[in-house]
């Protein structure tokens, strides 16, 4: 009788449990594989930010801030950020500027992320962020201050791996004789906008990757020390190809190394070969049959991906985020002329290049990690 009674009593509870809506507890539904971990920010899914641009220079160089701005102009077009460009201009005389809008602009409040480029700037984004701590900044093409302003995202690209590409191609380039405006001798030309580290990164690359190709392969290096002028680069460009019997000529000097372009088309011997950009695209007609190809430095599509890892909630402030071939920061135009000139030989070598450097079997030095042995390498291999 006392177990029927229990029982009877056990069914009354359920019951009035049940009248009262309670439930037994569940178990824990599994966290979505997209969601943030514990402490990261959730995704701001159609969030749209504004975003001001300082260009150090001026837009139309047709390789380095081109490229830039066309990622953000993209963004802009696809209705994710609002945009305004600052041309700030390139000279000596442009630089004091450079700090006095960087402060006008954090000052103003009205964007979210102020993103300008180059080792050229850090000094003055570092002065500004440390005024600003609330303000985002995004410097593109340096990593002089990593870490120390945590409302910093520093860009950086293996441009020592683009270098290698277009070394092997230069090379191969150079004494294929069967290519008209082509000599025989292997004598291939750059021109760098600065003796500095990021330009002598593309060159370690440069070097490395002709070597690998042809090792008594001579390369002719000069610095513009600019990156608005082209007439110094026509004036080393002509003396190159005069008097070294260059043929093919790397200019990485934004704008300024266009003038490589201008000695060659007005030599009527050798090849240019354009940086940062598709810079067969943005020549005239003249320059652009001169153009064999082109390293990229992908900074548009970086700063999409920026955008993109913000909205999934993925945030990199106060960090370096180095981009490279296999994340597809760095490459080369392998259509048009490229396609056209560069023979079977040449073009398998590059793949094979591709993919030495990204399972790691090929390593290119970096001026950033071996300066000493970069500047024995130019040395080296002078005319």
Not at 284 to 291: G, Q, S, V
Not at 323 to 352: P, Q, W
Not at 355 to 373: L, N, P, Q, R, W
Request: glycine share 10%; aromatic share 8%.
């Amino acid at each position: 009788m006392k177990k029927i009674l229990a029982l009877i009593l056990a069914m009354l509870m359920m019951l009035s449990l049940a009248a009262c809506g309670e439930k037994a507890p569940e178990t824990p539904a599994e966290a979505p594989a997209d969601a943030p971990a514990e402490g990261e920010k959730a995704p701001e899914e159609g969030k749209v930010y504004n975003v001001v641009h300082l260009v150090n220079g001026n837009l139309g160089d047709k390789s380095f801030f081109d490229s830039a701005n066309s990622g953000l102009e993209q963004l802009k077009a696809d209705g994710r950020i609002n945009l305004t460009t600052i041309e700030m201009g390139g000279t000596v005389e442009d630089e004091p500027k450079w700090l006095s809008t960087a402060y006008e602009v954090a000052e103003s409040g009205e964007y979210d992320i102020i993103v300008c480029g180059t080792f050229q700037m850090p000094e003055e984004v570092k002065e500004v962020a440390t005024q600003y701590p609330d303000q985002k900044f995004i410097i593109y093409d340096d990593n002089t201050f990593v870490g120390e302003n945590k409302n910093v995202l520093n860009i950086t690209y293996k441009q020592n791996h683009l270098g290698y590409l277009m070394g092997i191609f230069a090379a191969y380039l150079t004494t294929d004789t069967s290519v008209e405006r082509i000599n025989e001798d292997a004598v291939i030309g750059f021109i760098g906008g600065m003796d500095s580290p990021v330009i002598n990164d593309f060159l370690a690359g440069y070097i490395e990757g002709a070597l690998s190709a042809n090792p008594d392969i001579k390369v002719d290096t000069r610095y513009a020390n600019t990156y608005v002028d082209t007439a110094i680069s026509k004036e080393y460009g002509l003396s190159m190809i005069n008097d070294n019997k260059c043929d093919v000529i790397w200019g990485v000097a934004g704008n300024a190394g266009n003038g490589g372009a201008e000695a060659a088309f007005e030599a009527g011997k050798g090849y240019f070969l354009g940086v940062d950009s598709d810079q067969e695209l943005t020549f005239n007609e003249d320059l652009a049959a001169i153009t064999m190809t082109s390293g990229l430095k992908n900074i548009g599509n970086s700063l999409v991906w920026v955008f993109d890892e913000l909205d999934k909630g993925n945030e990199y402030w106060g960090t370096e985020v180095t981009l490279g071939i296999a994340e597809g920061g760095v490459g080369l135009v392998t259509d048009k002329n490229f396609d056209k000139y560069a023979s079977e030989e040449c073009k398998a070598a590059i793949e094979a290049a591709e993919a030495g450097i990204v399972s790691g079997d090929i390593t290119v030095s970096s001026d950033f990690t071996d300066h000493d042995k970069v500047m024995e390498l130019r040395d080296a291999v002078k005319p």
